[in-house]
Antibody, heavy 117, light 112 residues
């Protein structure tokens, strides 16, 4: 069974940094593109970042480019999202997602990031 | 970015009756590889989203066959043949053809 468990969320001040982690199990992690998708409270879904199986390519939505960095450690079956210069509009639940057919085939339970002073 | 427009945004339905959600994209979702990367997701209250349909009409494993997807180009539809109580939630379409991949605003399905 595919399992994706996010951690690292919390309360951070505007301008601060946070690093999210996702522990994957139940599938061959190194065979899949992985992503982060976020959902602001009471709002819809937004794709944030995408990383290739071997980590050689990364893609970001414009609103986070230059501030967020997605990475992975295939030896540890883990996905990461380093978030810098955080803004109030980055407040959201962040989901770790396994990509398949250019889509979000499997989702974690999410971790809440709150940016507030 | 490709804008995905869903309608209606709210859909009250009677148990056992059919339901239909429309999704339109701002440009064609036909990819250069010939595939159309249009997907549908269900998000039940308090839960993470779950994929129901990928590439327009392919049901994910474990998804009841009362859910079906159709469409082409820029116009797509998710149909529920007979709504059950467990179908309550928000449904999203999502395109994976053009980066950044984008979602519709969501359609809230509730029981009358």
């Amino acid at each position: 069974e595919v399992q994706l468990v996010e951690s690292g969320g919390g309360l951070v001040q505007p301008g601060g940094s946070l690093r999210l982690s996702c522990a994957a199990s139940g599938f061959t992690f190194s065979d899949y593109w992985m992503s982060w998708v976020r959902q602001a409270p009471g709002k819809g879904l937004q794709w944030v970042a995408l990383i290739k199986e071997d980590g050689s390519n990364e893609y970001y939505v414009d609103s986070v480019k230059g501030r967020f960095t997605v990475s992975r450690d295939n030896a540890k079956n883990s996905l990461y999202l380093k978030m810098n210069s955080l803004r109030a509009e980055d407040t959201a639940v962040y989901y770790c997602v396994r990509e398949s057919s250019r889509s979000a085939a499997s989702w974690g339970q999410g971790t809440l990031v709150t940016v507030s002073s | 970015d490709v804008v995905m427009t869903q309608s209606p945004l709210s859909l009250p339905v009677t148990l056992g009756q059919p339901a239909s959600i429309s999704c339109r994209s701002g440009q064609s979702l036909v990819n250069s590889d010939g595939n159309t990367y249009l997907n549908w997701f269900q998000q039940r209250p308090g839960q993470s989203p779950r994929r129901l349909i990928y590439k327009v009409a392919n049901r994910d494993s474990g998804v009841p066959d009362r859910f079906s997807g159709s469409g082409s180009g820029t116009d797509f539809t998710l149909e529920i043949s007979r709504v059950e109580a467990e179908d309550v939630g928000v449904y999203y379409c999502m395109q994976g053809t053009h980066w950044p991949w984008t979602f519709g605003q969501g359609t809230k399905v509730e029981i009358k």
